[in-house]
Every structure is written in C-alpha cells, then in structure tokens.
C-alpha cells in the first residue's frame, strides 16, 4: 500500500526531510547539470525536487498515482500535477527528455509495467534516474521515513529490474547517509562527505540513471501472387534422359561398306 500524499509532504517538511531533499537535489544536479530546453516528469511523489528544475526547463510535470493521492503543484503558479494511474500514463509515447522517479517504484504492485511506463513516455535520447531506499541502507530498515515502507533494492537488482523494462543503466550513485533521526539532520552534511568515502554501502538511497532502448524494426514482406505462363507440353518429371554412345562393334558394323556378292 502506498503512502499517503499527506505523510509525504508532513516528511519532507521536517528537518530530516529537508535535508533528503537537499542530498538528492545534488545529486541531480551532477548527473543532468543543465535542462534547459527540455521536457520533464517528475512521477511518484519527486515534486519536492523539481523546483531546481522548473526555471530551466521547457516544462515539468508532476504525475502522482492514484493509490497515492496528489497535491496542487507548485504553489505560486498554475497547477502542473496530475493524479493518474501508474500502469496508463496519460501521455504521448516519447514525450519527456528527462524522467524522475521517486517514492514511485518501491510500493508498486507491478513494478516492470509501472517501468514500461515510463520507457514508453521517455523520448529515444531521453534519460531517466529512478531512486530507491537501498536494501543496506539504514532508511529502509525504519518505518519512520517514507523510503522504510515498500521493497528496497540492491544496484544489481534495480539494474535488472530497469533491463526488464527495456531501460539500459547507464550510471548510478549513492545518497543520504544520515541516520534517519530527526535530531541528526543538521549533521547531514558532514555524514555525507564521511560517509561516500568510510562506508559507501551504506546509504540510503541509490540512484540509477538509464536511457531508453529503442529497437529497429524490421518489415516483414508479404507473399503476392504472380500469373505464370504454363507450357501446354511440359516435360514429365524425372531425370532427364541421358543419350548412350553406340557400342563399338556396332558403330563399325553401321558405318562399314556393304558387301558384294560374288
């Protein structure tokens, strides 16, 4: 079952929350650097990391699932979220240059179709990064946070996961390695700077980026009926026949002069 819309955002308005936010901006950041000119959707419940996209961007849209419930996003301008079904996006197929998924996969009850979504609405050259509490982290192993309900994964599960769906991994990365205690949130920082390089297995988020495999499709040719001529005599079926050469006693006998009577 997935998580309220209502305890999302009552998380990421917390000091623990904020500081996720912060760690997982940065991270976006490094891998996409500037979208400007580019189509973007945020899906699951990633709006609080959109909003370092929007100024930049073409466009961003916010897709949250049903089973989730939605909020009007962003706040101080016109609405750019949409509640939707997570196995039937409502978008054309190669839409969006970029896709975030966040709080989206964990808590799906079809985690490859919800994936094939977003294959089918990523554009060919698109990029897509896809965030998950990671199996040893310490975030997946408390229900006090949103990234502690659902399955957690290690890199090479999502990574097949992400292959099933016909998205190819193309790099990932490791975020949040604050304990997830609201107290320690101010620490998350130097926790983060320590803790890439003490005990990187032990974060609590990974992040892995894909790209869209496309496939090129080739025509099958169909069978035309063409009109033949038939011969009225046509030669039976068989070996053909094979001409002899005459015996030699034979072949002297015919060609020699006849005999005179005496």
Known sequence: MRRDVLELRQFYASDLGRAARAMVERKLTEAWGDVAGLDVLVLGYATPFASQLRPRARRVV?????????????????????????????FANALFDRILVVHGLEESADPVGFLREVWRVLAPSGRAIVTVASRNGLWANTERTPFGHGRPYSRSQLAELLREADLEPSGWTRALYVPPVNWMAGWAEGFEQAGSRLWPGFAGLLLMEAVKQTFAV?????????????????????????????????????????????
């Open 62 to 90: 916010a897709a949250m699932p049903a089973q989730q419930g939605v909020e009007i996003w962003p706040g101080d301008g016109r609405n750019l979220s949409t509640l939707t079904p997570e196995d039937s996006l409502p």
């Open 218 to 262: 080739k025509a099958q040719g169909q069978r035309a009926r063409v009109r033949a001529a038939r011969p009225v005599l046509a030669p039976a079926p068989g070996a053909a026949p094979v001409s002899r050469a005459p015996d030699a006693p034979a072949l002297r006998q015919r060609l020699a002069p006849p005999r005179r009577r005496s």
